[in-house]
Each structure stands twice: as C-alpha cells, then as structure tokens.
C-alpha cells in the first residue's frame, strides 16, 4: 500500500496520495463491492476522491459534476468525518439528501483520509421525489435523467448496514495500520539509504585523503600479524607496493631495535585498553622502517588502538611519517647550539678576562688623575683642569662601563640553581640598598602582596635594583610613584613596575634593551645604557619575557614574566 515515489520524513504533513496504492486498493475494492454491492471510497482532507468504487450515477454524473452540488458533497464530507475517532463511523444525510457513511484513515496518530460507504436509502423511508425534482429544476438537471438515478440508488435494510459498516470500519482499521507500518518501513529504509550515502561519501573522502597524503596511513590486525590496508604512499616511503608490504608480517616493517621496542612495550599496552584504561589508547613513537634499497627510513607513527563490540583490541591504525629531515634538522640545530654555546662561552669569558684585565690600568689612570687634580690644581691655567676633570669623568664612567660588563656577562655564566624567592623581602632589601636616591627623590614605592616565584635571588635583585633605578632616574618635576603589581598566569607570575616618570616614545621600545643604547643626554640621565639589557638578559635566563608600555610624558609600565613557585 506504499507508494514508491514520495516517502515523507518525520514532521512533513502525510498526504494520503503520497502513501497510497491506489491501483492495488482499487482492484481490492471492486472485489468487495462485488460481494457487497457498497459503493465504497477513499477522499483525502481536501475532498478528492483516490478510490472509488460502486458509486451512484446521481453521485457521479450529477452531484459531484455540478459545482453547487459538488460544495455540498464536500461539506458533507468534512462534517462527516469531524473528530471521528480510529474504529468508529459517522451516518448523516447529505446536503443532496443522500445517506453516506464514513470512518477514518489515520496514519501515525495523524488523520490523513476516510473511507466512504454510500450513497444509499434505508428502505424503511419514503424518498420525497418533490424535492429530488426540485433539485433537478434548481441546478439544471435532465430531469428524466436525474429521477431514474434516483430510483437506482439503492436500499438497505439498517441492521444490514450496520453489518458492513462493522467490517469496513475493521477494513479502515487495516488500512491505517498498513500505511502507519509502510510508512515506518519506508522512512527506516530512506534513514538506512541516508546513511549508506554518508557512509559511502565518508569512505570515498577518507581513501581519497588516504591515497593522496605523503603520511602512509595503515591497518594492522593484530590476530593476523598482518596489514588489512596500506596507502599507497608507503612506496614512496620505503619503496615497498602496498600489495607487498601486506603479504608480509609486520615485523618486517621494522628494525630489530626498534621491533624489540615496541614488542616490550605494545602487550602492556593492548592489556590497559583491554582493561578499560584509554591512557594509552593513542601514542606516537620514533620507530626506523627498513628502506627496499637496503637503507633504514626514520619515521614517527601515531597508532590508535581499535576495539570490537567487546572492548577488546583487535587491530591497530597507524600513520606513519618520514621524520628524515627532521632529524637531519635536528643534528644540524645540535650542532649549531653547541656552536653558539661554545661561541657565548668564549664570548662571556673573554669579556670577563677584558673587563678584568681593564680594570688594574684603569685605577692606576684614575688614581693619577686624581694626584694631579689634588697637587696641581689651580697651579695650572684654567683649561689644564678642565682637562683633567674631563679625564677623571671618564674614568670613572668607564670604570663604570667595565662593572655593569662584567654583571652583564656573568647573568648566564654566574647562574645559581632556582629558589623560592619571596619578592616582598626581596623589594624590601632592594630599598635598602637605594636608600640615599629614594631619601633624595622623595620617591613613594609600593608593592602589595607580591608572590613568592622560582629564581636566582642575586640576579633578581639586579633585575629589580634597575627598573627601580631607572624609574627614580628618569622621573619628571613631580615625586616618582612606583607600583609594583603580580598577577598569576598559569605556571608563571605576571610582574608589573609602573612609574609616573618621563616615559619612552613608543619607536624606541625595541631599542631600549639592547646593550649600549641610550635616548637621553648623559649629562642629564648618566649611565652605561646596559641597565635594560641586563634585565633582559635576566629575565630570558629565567625563562620569561619582558617589555615595556609608555608614551612620552606618561610614565612607564615594565612587564614581566617569571616562573611560580611549583
């Protein structure tokens, strides 16, 4: 009773044309009204008939043709078939003056149609042929015509009727719960063919990413020991076809290495996942793969484990990548960073062996100047002293310039292991320290509740001695406001020193924490220029980052970030 054309899904309206057989119904219901000798038919909702059988002329040629009589059929029908419940019929006298019958077609719980048992008389009533002939006169009927219909419509005794309707009512019944299972069958059958379609489009995407990846992708029964799928970019991987490489056993797709690797650990493994673990239901491993050319392939191999409807681990998908330039890049990056640490040793000692050895001629320049500035001063003309006082200003700058050296080379060279390091005492033993500019700056420092954070106590102190310093050094005609603030990152601690002092032009943030680099005079600001890049170096030694935000004339925030304590 299932149209093939139309299957309408979950939530469309159900139209009974859709669903319905109707050549298979109609001949079934010829058989019927030759037994019964009912004039039977299905109407949808609107009206229209699907399958008729048996029915009167005066239906036929004259009620339903005429457009004021056909309104009345329709009328008639939906009041006949209002709140009908599934089992029951409706009788009533048609607006025609006509007995029609009728019980309804559900599918689903949904009211899609009715079965009509009609057009008869009881043959207990007088017809009242007045008013047939007034019917055939008010809409132009062939009289004549019209009242032999009339006497054709047949008669039927009301228990006879109330028999057949008993069994058409069953009838409806069977019907409705024919399309109501046709109807599950062919939306289950649309699902199933929905789903092969994805499945089938799935599948092509997956063989068409498989046979087209540089990754060889592959499945690996574990009852076997063999390969079920290889993608065909193991040949170029080790020169193998896939067909080859799934006639063999998977050992051989290994080194002995690394064969005994993974046979020491892949039981354990397939037993955790067995047991209901999912740690290690998806690793990755480094394996070598011989190479048909007699060469060994280096690769890395995700490998998922696959279970059946049990839980238990029957096969292994893998994909696998050739790691050769990595590795190659890896050896050559080794090589490089031992370079450039032997280079920064070399580099770290011979500024600590020049600064070193800078030092002793230099006190014995600063200590003569000095000498000629005590015995000779005002003994000689005006620019004499204004030389030596040039001398003695650059020695002791460069006296200076060798120390701050000197802590800029030992920041990596002179690194103690990492200590919890409470910041408050440390702020605390920085103050101490800059006392006499603080005293003499009338500088007000804050720092509420810092944390405690992994470092080495002696760098930090550097670290914080020079933004502190900078912040005083560089302070405008108000007091300098210092704030220094923390907040936690995950595993590290964001550090923020805020200033109220002249501020940085944003086109020399880049520039400030490279050594020697200065943006002020130095008669106004003196210094060496490696303060900043001494903090740099620190905070990168620790791991951490730091920058600055500012504009001239606004002040400046240094923001950095160093490891929690764990």
């Known amino acids: 009773m299932q149209s093939e054309q139309q299957n309408p899904s979950d939530g469309d309206k159900?139209?009974?044309?859709?669903?319905?057989?109707?050549?298979?119904?109609?001949?079934?219901?010829?058989?019927f009204y030759s037994i019964?000798?009912?004039?039977?038919?299905?109407?949808?909702?609107?009206?229209?008939?699907?399958?008729?059988?048996?029915?009167?002329?005066?239906?036929?040629?004259?009620?339903?043709?005429?457009?004021?009589?056909?309104?009345?059929c329709l009328e008639s029908d939906i009041y006949?078939?209002?709140?009908?419940?599934?089992?029951?019929?409706?009788?009533?006298?048609?607006?025609?003056?006509?007995?029609?019958?009728?019980?309804?077609?559900?599918?689903?719980?949904?009211?899609?149609?009715n079965?009509?048992?009609?057009?008869?008389?009881?043959?207990?009533?007088?017809?009242?042929?007045?008013?047939?002939?007034?019917?055939?006169?008010?809409?132009?009927?062939?009289?004549?015509?019209?009242?032999?219909?009339?006497?054709?419509?047949?008669?039927?005794?009301?228990?006879?009727?109330?028999?057949?309707?008993?069994?058409?009512?069953?009838?409806?019944?069977?019907?409705?719960?024919?399309l109501t299972s046709n109807l599950a069958l062919a939306r289950a059958l649309k699902e199933k063919k929905r789903v092969i379609e994805e499945l089938q489009e799935t599948e092509k995407r997956y063989r068409l990413i498989s046979e087209n990846t540089a990754d060889v992708i592959w499945i690996l029964e574990l009852e076997s020991g063999k390969f079920s799928y290889v993608s065909p970019s193991i040949q170029k991987l080790?020169?193998?076809?896939?067909?080859?490489?799934?006639?063999?056993?998977?050992?051989?797709?290994?080194t002995p290495e690394s064969l005994q690797y993974i046979m020491e650990h892949l039981p354990a493994r397939i037993e955790e996942v067995n047991n209901g673990d999912e740690t290690h239901r998806i690793m990755t491993n480094e394996v070598f793969q011989p190479h048909k050319n007699g060469t060994i392939v280096p690769t890395e191999v995700v490998?998922?484990?696959?279970?059946?409807?049990?839980?238990?681990?029957?096969?292994?998908?893998?994909?696998?990548?050739?790691?050769?330039?990595?590795?190659?890049?890896?050896?050559?990056?080794?090589?490089?960073?031992?370079e450039l640490n032997k280079s920064n040793r070399d580099l770290e000692q011979f500024a600590y062996v020049a600064s070193h050895d800078l030092k002793e001629p230099l006190r014995m320049i600063s200590n003569y100047l000095q000498l000629l500035t005590k015995q000779y001063k005002g003994q000689l003309d005006e620019r004499?002293?204004?030389?030596?006082?040039?001398?003695?200003?650059?020695?002791?700058?460069?006296?200076?310039?060798?120390?701050?050296?000197?802590?800029?080379?030992?920041?990596?060279?002179?690194?103690?292991?990492?200590?919890?390091?409470?910041?408050?005492?440390?702020?605390?033993?920085?103050?101490?320290?800059l006392q006499m500019a603080i005293e003499e700056s009338c500088a007000v420092i804050n720092f509420p509740g810092l944390p405690v954070v992994m470092a080495d106590y002696l760098q930090l102190k550097q670290l914080f001695q020079n933004l502190i310093q900078n912040a005083i050094k560089f302070r405008n005609d108000s007091n300098p406001q210092i704030h220094i603030s923390a907040e936690r990152k995950?595993?590290?601690?964001?550090?923020?020193?805020?200033?109220?002092?002249?501020?940085?032009?944003?086109?020399?943030?880049?520039?400030?924490?490279?050594?020697?680099?200065?943006?002020?005079?130095?008669?106004?600001?003196?210094?060496?220029?490696?303060?900043?890049?001494?903090?740099?170096?620190?905070?990168?030694?620790?791991?951490?980052k730091i920058w600055v935000e500012s504009g001239s004339g606004k002040g400046s925030t240094f923001s950095l970030t160093l490891p929690a304590e764990i």
């Not at 080790?238 to 063999?248: H, I, K, L, W, Y």
């Not at 490998?303 to 990595?326: A, F, M, N, P, Y």
């Not at 601690?493 to 200065?518: A, E, M, S, T, Y």
Request: with cysteine; glycine share 6%; charged share 25%.
């Open 14 to 31: 159900i139209e009974l044309k859709d669903i319905l057989d109707v050549k298979a119904l109609q001949s079934l219901m010829d058989d």
């Open 115 to 178: 079965l009509f048992l009609g057009q008869f008389m009881y043959d207990d009533e007088v017809p009242d042929y007045e008013l047939f002939v007034q019917q055939a006169n008010s809409y132009g009927f062939n009289k004549e015509a019209y009242m032999k219909a009339l006497q054709a419509v047949p008669k039927w005794s009301r228990q006879r009727v109330k028999e057949v309707m008993s069994l058409y009512s069953k009838f409806a019944g069977m019907i409705s719960s024919l």
């Open 238 to 254: 080790r020169g193998f076809t896939p067909e080859e490489v799934m006639a063999q056993s998977f050992h051989e797709a290994l």
């Open 384 to 433: 004499a002293d204004t030389y030596i006082n040039f001398a003695v200003d650059g020695a002791i700058r460069m006296n200076n310039l060798i120390n701050d050296l000197l802590i800029y080379s030992r920041v990596s060279s002179k690194a103690k292991e990492f200590l919890p390091v409470d910041l408050n005492a440390l702020i605390e033993e920085v103050m101490k320290d």
């Open 303 to 338: 490998t998922t484990l696959i279970t059946d409807e049990t839980g238990k681990v029957t096969e292994i998908l893998g994909v696998t990548r050739d790691i050769s330039q990595r590795k190659k890049d890896e050896s050559i990056r080794e090589i490089l960073i031992d």
């Open 80 to 113: 006949l078939t209002k709140n009908v419940k599934p089992g029951e019929y409706r009788e009533y006298k048609c607006r025609n003056n006509l007995r029609d019958i009728a019980t309804p077609i559900f599918v689903s719980d949904q009211h899609v149609g």
């Open 490 to 544: 995950g595993r590290q601690w964001l550090i923020k020193v805020k200033d109220n002092g002249i501020g940085i032009d944003p086109v020399f943030f880049d520039k400030i924490f490279i050594i020697f680099q200065r943006l002020n005079e130095r008669e106004k600001y003196p210094g060496t220029g490696i303060g900043l890049a001494i903090c740099k170096k620190i905070v990168e030694h620790h791991g951490g």
């Open 36 to 72: 019964t000798k009912f004039a039977i038919g299905i109407l949808d909702l609107k009206g229209e008939v699907l399958v008729a059988t048996g029915w009167q002329e005066i239906c036929t040629a004259f009620h339903r043709v005429n457009i004021h009589t056909r309104q009345n």
